[in-house]
């Protein structure tokens, strides 16, 4: 696991990628698998997935190919799958909401303790089982839980304040779905998503074939 | 315009940021700006920019800086902000949903006309003012109506198949939020959403910090 600190941005936002067409594989009963086979599933070149995997170990073997569980035991260590994460939900709007009901990240290992709200009428609500609770509430819930991931999905006014609170109260980890960029100290990860970024990426796209 | 289509994919995904804090300035009165107080802002440095902006015209003045409403306008405009766009949503899950009341696409062009879903008990109902209707009747929907860009919101295992459905009526452009990589033809333009990548980087940024 020491190569792992050399590895680049780019292999980075490539590993789930990996991990989404191995657990695919798995499902499928594949045993192993060469990289030129993983690269017509994958759309990387060989030599490019040759290269990614080497950056975290040595288990592709000449003539052998990879062994498709013991590359996705790898990929599920390195993406930091084989622990629980306590989450929660800033903004129990549209998208807060549709986050929380998402069991898929449940068994990811995203544990969604709590959603967060300003709007008092939401307070005790429950989505699965999830609480709704006032969004004032927040340090001292950080407080007494151990939270490792804030998502937020407030307005984007609101954002860098929710932000703030959540580093102040130790969380490392924001995924932020509001449509601004966050600042907070180096040691904290953050990960966007930009939806009407996204969508005008597309336009952009569509835009240029006219 | 006729530079436009040199534009890389690195430029074009940084325009959709260019956009939203040209807008946060457009608001707030500012007139001109330079690269440098721009670069301050945005986070890319003010070599970046100028290389960035002169891909689509020589709108910087030495010494002046940049005329923000100027500038602004010509983004719409690469952008494809200038115009609406037919849109249509097949999913009526929690993500689906979560898009079609996210007022800020209406805003910015992208009229959400129908909702489609495959769950009997959600045809005739209303979000907003947008009917859901009978995935079975996308195609002929498609054949009486002009749409643009058709929003991906159904599960993993149906997804190629809508996507199909729409690329055989004529739809050219395709936001997917399932978490599968689509196959179309090449002037079909997909943007993809993939959630469950996106929180895999988190964790995974996270993991390396420990």
Request: hydrophobic share 40%; aromatic share 8%.
């Amino acid at each position: 696991m020491d190569k792992k600190k050399n590895i680049s941005m780019a292999v980075i936002k490539r590993l789930p990628k990996y991990h989404r067409y191995l657990t695919e594989l798995l499902k499928n009963d594949v045993d192993r698998i060469s990289s030129k086979e993983l690269s017509e599933k994958i759309g990387f070149t060989a030599s490019q997935i040759r290269q990614d995997l080497n950056c975290f170990g040595d288990f592709g073997q000449q003539g052998y190919g990879y062994n498709v569980s013991e590359l996705y035991n790898q990929i599920r260590n390195i993406l930091g799958l084989t622990k629980a994460y306590g989450t929660i939900i800033v903004g129990a709007g549209n998208i807060g909401q549709a986050i929380a009901n998402y069991i898929r990240f449940d068994k990811l290992g995203f544990k969604i303790q709590s959603l967060f709200d300003a709007n008092p009428r939401l307070f005790g609500l429950r989505l699965r089982d999830i609480e709704i609770r006032d969004v004032d509430l927040l340090p001292e819930y950080l407080k007494e839980n151990h939270i490792d991931i804030g998502i937020i999905c407030v307005p984007r006014n609101s954002a860098q304040k929710v932000c703030d609170v959540l580093v102040k109260n130790g969380v490392k980890g924001i995924w932020n779905f509001a449509p601004v960029d966050l600042v907070a100290p180096d040691d904290i990860k953050i990960e966007d998503v930009h939806l009407s970024d996204s969508l005008l990426t597309l336009s952009c796209l569509l835009n240029d074939i006219e």
